[in-house]
T-cell receptor, first 110, second 113 residues
Framework: QQQVKQSPQSLIVQKGGISIINCAYE??????FPWYQQFPGKGPALLIA?????SEKKEGRFTISFNKSAKQFSLHIMDSQPGDSATYFC?????????FGTGTSLTVIP | NAGVMQNPRHLVRRRGQEARLRCSPM?????VYWYRQLPEEGLKFMVY????????ESGMPKERFSAEFPKEGPSILRIQQVVRGDSAAYFC???????????FGSGTQLSVL
């Protein structure tokens, strides 16, 4: 059973554009929602995270939007750069373990 | 301040052999998680350990797979009698406490011939 559903599977964006990746979750007990970034040959690294007491969190060009009633959260990358090309995973925390989405492969075209 | 160290980076085994994957968590971290990653399938939770204890192994197959995190030394993920379907990237992550930020290693790519 997929605890977190992520879309799209892949995304191609022009340099300077906005990249948007969406995730939906089922369990209302989840209360921590991180996004991880993974480059080829490397392990995932925490990019930004949010707790459900706020609807938005911004760190530089990266923003998480959180909709508690819809059980959805999304990652927005503003002014996307070729260096942002990577795989992005959303995740939720269920106490003993994190559930990860299936990943979005982002390609930013110069 | 070394990060999470995994070795080997690449491991090749023939069917039926044993694979041992090692993970040294970040300094000060006592919580270790193992994940398996297959192409286009994301990260699948396998097991969560604290020092000398398995906390949650719900994602780990009951047969052939085992994990430990001894009082001294790295965490070990052991796969006995490997099969081709075990070929994947195995990632270890550590955290200072439960429900805290995870730090991942660079993974071990296991190839079963």
């Amino acid at each position: 059973q997929q605890q977190v559903k992520q879309s799209p599977q892949s995304l191609i964006v022009q340099k300077g554009g906005i990249s948007i990746i969406n995730c939906a979750y089922e369990n209302t007990a989840f209360d921590y929602f991180p996004w991880y970034q993974q480059f080829p040959g490397k392990g995932p690294a925490l990019l930004i995270a949010i707790r459900p007491d706020v609807s938005e969190k911004k760190e530089g060009r990266f923003t998480i939007s959180f909709n508690k009633s819809a059980k959805q959260f999304s990652l927005h990358i503003m002014d996307s750069q070729p260096g942002d090309s990577a795989t992005y995973f959303c995740a939720t925390d269920a106490g003993n373990q994190f559930y990860f989405g299936t990943g979005t492969s982002l390609t930013v075209i110069p | 301040n070394a990060g999470v160290m995994q070795n080997p980076r690449h491991l090749v085994r023939r069917r039926g052999q044993e694979a041992r994957l090692r993970c040294s968590p970040m300094k000060g971290h006592s919580h270790v998680y193992w994940y398996r990653q297959l192409p286009e399938e994301g990260l699948k939770f396998m097991v969560y350990l604290q020092k000398e204890n398995i906390i949650d192994e719900s994602g780990m197959p009951k047969e052939r797979f085992s994990a430990e995190f001894p009082k001294e030394g790295p965490s070990i993920l052991r796969i006995q009698q490997v099969v081709r379907g075990d070929s994947a990237a195995y990632f270890c992550a550590s955290s200072r406490d439960t429900r805290e930020k995870l730090f991942f290693g660079s993974g071990t790519q296991l190839s079963v011939l």
